[in-house]
């Protein structure tokens, strides 16, 4: 039930940091899901289903900034989808 919440309905606050949401995803991906029942050795998320996971929990305006830049996080590794990601959030940051 946590992985389905996690892919379909869990979104990223408006206020925290891809960094930080990445984070917290991994938190609950190697020290939480491991304590839940049926306590099985594979019952972690892979790095796919984590790039899914952010996918859908950030603005759609991001996954259209992706493909209109040419960049497709289904073939890149977890780090790089969180560069780029990084990299959108603060273009679109207004600075003081």
């Known amino acids: 039930m ?3 919440y996690l892919r379909r309905e869990c ?6 940091s891809v960094r930080a949401y990445y984070q917290h995803l991994l938190r609950i991906n190697n020290d939480e ?4 029942p049926p ?4 019952q972690n ?7 899914d996971i952010l996918i859908y929990a950030t603005p ?6 992706m493909e209109r830049q040419g960049f497709d996080p289904i073939t890149s590794a ?19």
Not at 39 to 42: L, N, P, T, V
Not at 45 to 51: A, P, R, T
Not at 79 to 96: A, G, H, N, Y
């Open 33 to 36: 899901l491991v304590l839940l």
């Open 60 to 65: 759609r305006s991001w996954s259209r900034e």
């Open 39 to 42: 306590f099985q050795a594979d």
């Open 11 to 16: 979104r990223k606050p408006a206020d925290m």
């Open 45 to 51: 998320m892979g790095n796919d289903e984590l790039i």
């Open 2 to 4: 946590v992985k389905r």
């Open 78 to 96: 977890l780090p790089e989808v969180v560069d780029f990601m990084e990299r959108i959030e603060q273009s679109l940051t207004p600075s003081t």
